[in-house]
């Protein structure tokens, strides 16, 4: 291959990806929210999705404002996520295509498979609506797993902060007249800790970047069975059990319109979800076409604990039930319920905890110097 040829027909490519990025970040659960609900009330009023489309393009431009509008119009040629959106489903229907694959590119999977299965079904609207309220969980489910992180970042910020500021600035003070080889309890403690931090403090944030990013990468793409592990625990544990929830919704809204086979329905989320939902559903459904399992019960055979097992066994106890589909929505609503308020309580434990850790840390370094000035002071007279 002449990688001189490749260059430049893949840099075009490359900036569409980057501007795909872009948009997918900045179309929130709260901003998908508004869009969806947006499309269902136009289009219950008997509007065409193409004039619902124009009209939701032509309020953003209208209404949008600031540095960051004339940002993303200079990148992706509309002042905001949503407009971008708007233009491309614009365009998809214009193409005569289903509206649908317009919004491919920007919205997660499982909220792509709701919606399509209302596009093909006609049943637009209960889609539209039903997404409009996985969205609105997203975002509770967001803005509590941010809270979760909250506090123990800004403690760690804060402990990170002290001891490097007194590897740096202090404890070199006090090194001039007593070296820190001759330190004893717990200032030796102290420098300990600060040593630690001062002499590898590249390490330990280039450490915790990768572990980061590549943590946030796993969650939608990392398979197997060291993800069978990881699914038991954080934040995999958490992630497995929103993306099951939202997949008994797309479930529950296919199923209504009764023009598709469970298994039908199931191969076709399998087939438009991350590589993590595809692994989990793909064994289900396998057991089910192979040896007439039901949904709950092909779920707790495959022994992957998804989308939880006590929401497997509750799944299982209705399996063939007549109303199934709308036991289906109930219990994946009562079950995010529940996660939510579980994320509340974790959030306020695993801040006790970090106050309680920022607190000793800050305990033993100040003690420390405490002692190391009175050892110093000793030495002086």
Not at 131 to 136: F, K, L, R
């Amino acid at each position: 291959m002449n990688i001189a040829d490749y260059l430049p027909s893949s840099l075009p490519e490359f900036l569409d990806a980057c501007r795909t990025w872009l948009i997918k970040s900045l179309l929130s659960p709260d901003r998908r929210r508004d869009l969806y609900m947006d499309m269902a009330n136009q289009i219950d009023a008997n509007i065409e999705i193409k004039v619902t489309m124009e009209t939701i393009l032509e309020t953003e431009r209208a209404t949008a404002r600031g540095i960051v509008g004339m940002l993303l119009t200079f990148i992706a040629g509309e002042p905001t996520a949503t407009a971008v959106v708007a233009r491309n489903v614009k365009q998809t229907l214009e193409s005569g295509q289903n509206y649908i694959q317009g919004f491919r590119p920007y919205i997660p999977p499982e909220e792509f498979m709701l919606v399509a299965a209302g596009a093909e079904t006609m049943a637009n609207v209960e889609a539209l609506r039903t997404a409009t309220a996985i969205s609105t969980q997203r975002a509770q489910v967001r803005r509590r797993f941010l809270a979760l992180l909250q506090m123990p970042l800004l403690n760690f910020i804060l402990i990170y902060g002290l001891l490097l500021g007194a590897y740096t600035k202090f404890i070199p003070l006090l090194t001039a007249y007593l070296p820190a080889e001759r330190w004893t309890g717990s200032a030796a403690d102290a420098y300990a800790m600060a040593s630690f931090v001062g002499e590898n403090h590249w390490t330990i944030i280039i450490g915790l970047t990768v572990a980061g990013v590549g943590t946030w990468i796993s969650l939608p793409n990392l398979t197997g069975p060291i993800r069978t592990v990881l699914d038991k625990f954080p934040p995999w544990s958490v992630y497995r059990e929103a993306v099951g929830i939202q997949t008994i919704y797309t479930v529950a809204i296919a199923l209504a319109a009764r023009t598709q086979q469970l298994t039908t329905i199931l191969a076709n989320i399998e087939n438009n979800s991350t590589p993590y939902l595809a692994s989990r559903i793909q064994p289900a459904r396998q057991l089910m076409e192979a040896y007439g399992y039901k949904l709950g019960e092909a779920f707790r055979q495959t022994g992957l604990d998804f989308p939880d097992p006590a929401l497997a066994y509750r799944l299982g106890r209705y399996d063939g039930h007549p109303d199934y589909q709308s036991i289906l929505a109930t219990i994946a609503t009562n079950w995010l319920d529940a996660y939510v308020r579980r994320m509340d309580r974790a959030a306020k434990t695993i801040s006790g905890l970090a106050m309680l850790i920022t607190a000793t840390v800050l305990t033993m370094l100040m003690t420390g110097i405490y002692d190391a000035t009175g050892q110093m002071t000793a030495l002086i007279h």
